[in-house]
């Protein structure tokens, strides 16, 4: 899995499939990778991106946030998006969050998938 782009204002991190309220060896992938980014990029923002499906416990992006807050990371820095369902309301619902901040400079983005 490659690690984004050094810079980013933005990382959003996928959600996938957790079991009760652990997360699975895929996603605890994808979060490593944006743990050692936000490590490396301290001024970057992380979107972690998921609701909550059948036979989870509590949403994608509460269980990322934990796993991200347990290994050092600023939970000020991390942004829970726990509506979506699948991939695309994964993006869908990240970008409207970055469009109702009103970002008025361009903004570096990336994906942890």
Not at 2 to 27: E, F, M, W
């Amino acid at each position: 899995m490659a690690k984004p782009k050094d810079n980013c204002d933005y990382i959003i991190v996928l959600g996938c499939q957790i079991r009760g309220d652990h997360i699975t060896r895929s996603l605890k992938n994808r979060l490593d990778v944006a743990v050692s980014y936000a490590i490396d990029n301290p001024d970057t923002t992380i979107i972690v991106s998921g609701g909550m499906g059948k036979g989870e416990n509590t949403t994608e992006a509460f269980a990322m946030y934990n796993y991200m807050v347990s290994k050092g990371i600023d939970g000020s820095r991390i942004i829970q998006e726990d509506k979506s369902t699948d991939t695309s309301e994964n993006m869908k619902y990240s970008v409207q969050y970055l469009s109702l901040i009103h970002i008025s400079e361009p903004t570096r983005l990336d994906v942890i998938s």
